[in-house]
């Protein structure tokens, strides 16, 4: 089995796509999204694309498999929603644990059978920690600046939750991704850090930040040289960006990173912007031809797709990345 802080070392490691864009091909009705489980469940869960670990396992290990075979080093498990925070809009906070377990087993069984076929090129399970619907760092009341929607503490509680349950599900890695509020962010960290300290294990956390706004800053309002040094305290794998904003626009907000850190630097970005629909445009092609420039200038170690991507965006970056190795030591 490979060793992930070894590989990167090596060489620059694609992570999979996005896995909503994939699941959205499906079109599952309620029923399907209900599967045998929750037959009878009280609310509607049609757009609960986490619980199809659970109802719809074979086509999760169907998009996992997919990525791989594009040539993806890391999948990410299909957990980004899978908080009892974010699941309270389904009443489905009792089932946090067997989400992130089941989702956590299903890419292992993938990502391992990959490995087996070709040890030289292991694969890797990261399991993704999503932001939650609601922020520490600010009132979602206009006239009530004080109020906050979720404390720290609330916070840190669903976290660890979701985090033993992934690990106990196999998982190689933690991503912490798509972090709008650092606050949030922190208390995902901070649980890590007890579940680690009260195992005696050491597991590589991945932290992504995501740029909202032309201005380039987070959410709560920080730059990407202010989101790297409130982190800086963690031992981390990597640290980067993701979502919000296409290829282009990402790339000053990783030159900082890459400037102001000596850790190795992450992107995962949209298929360029969405449209009038939401939908996202970008080709595979299109995308490629913009990280090529994040290959040129040696930014990051580890590249692959959020929304609109599909297995082939990574197949093409996987295509570019693959007779580079990483430039400079760490």
Same mark, same amino acid.
């Given at each position: 089995m ?7 070392? /090596?060489? &620059? ?12 091909? %499906?079109?599952? =009705? ?16 049609? @757009?609960?694309?986490?619980? $199809? ?7 999760? *290990?169907?998009?996992?498999? *997919? ?33 992130? %377990?089941?989702?956590?087993? &299903?890419?292992?069984?993938v ?15 990261? #399991? ?10 600010? =009132?979602?009341? !206009?006239?009530d600046? @004080? ?7 609330? $916070? *840190? ?25 650092t606050?949030?962010? /922190? ?8 579940? *680690? ?5 050491? !597991? ?8 909202t ?17 409130? !982190?800086?305290?963690?031992?981390? +794998?990597?640290? @980067? ?18 400037? /102001?850190?000596? +850790? ?21 092609e ?7 420039? %994040? +290959? ?7 590249? #692959? ?22 430039? @400079?030591?760490i």
């Amino acid at each position: 089995m490979g060793n992930i802080k070894e590989e990167i070392q /090596k060489r &620059i490691l694609v992570l999979d796509g996005a896995m909503g864009t994939m699941i959205q091909q %499906y079109r599952f =009705s309620e029923e399907e999204y209900r599967g045998e489980q929750f037959k009878d469940f009280h609310v509607s869960v049609k @757009g609960n694309n986490d619980m $199809l670990s659970i109802t719809q396992p074979q086509a999760i *290990k169907e998009i996992h498999r *997919k990525y791989l075979e594009a040539g993806a080093d890391i999948i990410e498990t299909n957990t980004f929603s899978s908080t009892t925070i974010a699941m309270a809009d389904y009443e489905m906070e009792d089932y946090v644990y067997e989400l992130n %377990y089941q989702s956590a087993k &299903i890419a292992k069984e993938v990502a391992d059978e990959f490995t087996a076929k070709n040890p030289a090129k292991p694969r890797f399970v990261a #399991g993704a920690i999503g932001p939650t619907n609601k922020t520490a760092s600010m =009132s979602p009341k !206009v006239n009530d600046p @004080g109020f906050r929607a979720v404390t720290f503490n609330d $916070l *840190k509680a669903a976290y660890k939750q979701q985090t033993e349950a992934l690990l106990d599900g196999g998982v190689d890695i933690l991503l912490v991704e798509t972090v709008f509020d650092t606050l949030n962010a /922190k208390a995902a960290l901070f649980a890590i850090e007890e579940v *680690k300290e009260e195992r005696n294990i050491d !597991v590589p956390i991945m932290l992504s930040g995501t740029i909202t706004d032309a201005s380039g800053r987070t959410l709560s309002g920080q730059t990407a040289e202010a989101f790297l040094i409130s !982190v800086s305290h963690i031992p981390l +794998l990597s640290i @980067g960006f993701n979502c919000a904003l296409g290829a282009n626009q990402l790339t000053p907000h990783l030159e900082v990173l890459a400037r /102001k850190s000596n +850790l190795p630097v992450s992107a995962h970005p949209n298929a360029g912007l969405p449209n009038a629909f939401g939908e996202y445009d970008e080709t595979p092609e299109e995308m490629a031809a913009q990280i090529k420039t %994040y +290959l040129d200038k040696h930014l990051v170690r580890i590249i #692959g797709g959020c929304c609109g991507t599909t297995p082939a965006h990574i197949k093409a970056i996987a295509d570019l990345v693959s007779p580079l190795t990483p430039k @400079g030591g760490i």
